[in-house]
């Protein structure tokens, strides 16, 4: 190895820290003569002589490839951000697909059911849609592999491929083995995933994430539920991990007058401090708004939340947000690899860092909003900085409850008997034609079935923790049910109607007429001290 080639790895390790820490417990300076910070040559110099002698006489082999990849994979992980991170060639491939919402394949969900990857819905459009793949269809073979088996992730990979490639597939459809040849598309994953009009024409619409065409997606369907008679709408971020930052801003823009501030980031260097507003009129002034939020709320979906919140535009309820107030630059690398490097923190409008403490970030890194101060939104409304985005009022359950915690844990590792038992159950269900819609109700005599389907499996768990744990089964079996029998959109819709929040959210909006009224009813019910989560 040589010397060159050891400073230019080290100029961009920044001194190889990763090996701080090791140096210190042995007792050997890292830093230069006489005491003084260590200058660019000597950090060179360090590195060279340890990476030489791990190299030549570890107990393991290891080669400078090796080495190497080591050592920037560590330095990254030394900062203590979860948000920076050293991609491969592979993981900047599926951070691509997710930020895109595209990837190449043949655009079908799957599971597994009774051992087989089965389909739970061909993506609309999708080549397993032309092909005629249906729901429940069972996938026999994959290139005249057998699937029997297989893992979802293992599925997966093997029906994505290069665009215009082919994969040929053995089909089970009621007995009968169909044999397809599908030709790999670019597939485009929704960012809205559920859409659907509630009680007192209260529009609902969930957001997973946000991808490079989310404002558009979300756009369209506010219109399309406006056009079908919405007075007011639920926006669900709930689980929502985020993504592009100026979706997240596109997204706030669209319930925001011009001039309206979004969102700004700061951070050491000039291009990553941006101050982001709206810029055309918003869409539907008079349209009241509630935001759902939790645990999972994240990145873009924080800075729509906090934006909407921030200026009086939609009440937020739920739970406090994942708190990642974080901006990433992805910068690409010679080997096709690439460095996501945290650059800024961002800023509500109001001024509030929601950033969460990161207990190992590096000392010297951009500080956390960790004191809670108090801020201002523009009706005058006080709101909290740091740790997320606190609801304006505060509903769900933060925690398992231990009835169904009793039942996880009896289940233990048998998951994919679970799993098993539960699928078979619900398609002697379905098949008995006695759920016709998918609002229906969990029967006393469908859990005696789903028990007795246990038991067949072989899965024994103590009946006590069963009964106890009744909610949480109703709900798995009715959403299994409802899967197999009515497709993903019938499953999507009966969680969205027995939902706790969901219909909190519609009692809220019940009878406004206006956003301003919305903010009243709120402010009366808090200065009463009956929060409408305590109803």
């Known amino acids: 190895m040589t010397r060159a080639r050891a400073v230019a790895v080290t100029s961009v390790l920044a001194g190889a820290v990763i090996l701080g820490g090791w140096f210190m417990q042995r007792g050997l300076a890292t830093r230069g003569a006489r005491g003084k910070p260590m200058s660019e040559a000597e950090g060179a110099k360090l590195f060279d002589a340890v990476l ?59 599971d597994t059911r009774d051992g087989w990857i089965t389909v739970l819905a061909p993506r609309p459009g999708s080549p397993s849609e032309r092909a005629g793949i249906r729901a429940g269809d069972r996938l026999i073979e994959l290139d005249g592999q057998a699937m029997k088996s297989w893992t979802v992730e293992e599925a997966r990979n093997a029906l994505r491929g290069p665009l215009g490639s082919t994969v040929k597939l053995v089909i089970e459809r009621g007995g009968a083995r169909i044999p397809l040849t599908l030709e790999r598309s670019d597939i485009h994953v929704r960012s809205v995933q559920r859409i659907t009009i509630l009680d007192d024409h209260a529009g609902y619409v969930a957001i997973a994430s946000f991808t490079d065409s989310t404002n558009l997606e979300v756009a369209a369907t506010v219109d399309s539920l406006v056009h079908a008679g919405a007075t007011s709408l639920t926006i669900d971020l709930r689980n929502n991990p985020g993504g592009l930052l100026a979706q997240g801003v596109a997204v706030a823009e ?22 982001y507003k709206a810029t055309s009129p918003q869409r539907w002034p008079n349209l009241p708004i509630v935001v759902l939020v939790n645990g999972g709320t994240a990145s873009a979906a924080e800075i729509v939340a906090g934006a909407l919140q921030d200026h009086d535009r939609a009440i937020v309820i739920g739970r406090p947000s994942y708190g990642k107030g974080s901006a990433q630059a992805v910068i690409g690398l010679s080997n096709g690899s690439a460095l996501k490097l945290t650059d800024a923190l961002w800023y509500t409008p109001a001024g509030r860092s929601i950033d969460r403490a990161h207990p190992n970030r590096a ?18 409304r006080v709101v909290v900085g740091g740790g997320g985005i606190v609801p304006d009022l505060v509903l769900g359950d933060s925690a398992v409850p231990p009835a169904e915690r009793a039942w ?46 246990m038991n067949a499996k072989k899965l024994t768990v103590p009946r006590d923790i069963f009964d106890d744990a009744r909610d949480a089964i109703d ?33 809220l909006l019940q009878g406004v007429k206006a956003p301003a009224a919305l903010f009243d009813r709120v402010a009366a019910a808090n200065a009463a001290q009956k929060p409408l989560a305590k109803r």
């Open 52 to 110: 030489r002698r791990v190299e030549d006489s570890w107990v393991d082999s290891a080669t400078s490839e090796e080495l190497y990849q080591r050592a920037t994979t560590g330095l990254v992980q030394q900062l203590g951000d979860p948000n920076t991170a050293f991609l491969s060639p592979d993981r900047l491939r599926r951070l691509r697909e997710v930020v895109s919402g595209s990837y190449r394949g043949v655009g079908m969900s799957v």
């Open 254 to 275: 669209l319930f925001l007058d011009p001039g309206q501030k979004v969102v700004s980031t700061k951070g050491r260097v000039p291009t990553a401090n941006a101050a």
């Open 363 to 380: 000392p010297g890194t951009a500080p956390t909003d960790t004191t809670r101060p108090r801020y201002k939104t523009d009706r005058g």
């Open 408 to 453: 996880v844990a009896a289940i233990g590792s048998r998951v994919l008997i679970f799993r098993d038992a539960l699928s078979t159950y619900a398609a002697k269900v379905v098949r008995s034609g006695v759920v016709k819609d998918p609002d229906f109700k969990v029967t006393a005599e469908m859990r005696d079935g789903f028990w007795r389907e």
């Open 475 to 507: 709900r798995v079996v009715g959403a299994e049910i409802a899967q197999q029998a009515f497709g993903v959109v019938g499953a999507q819709r009966r969680a969205v109607h027995l939902d706790p929040v969901v219909a909190r959210a519609v009692r």
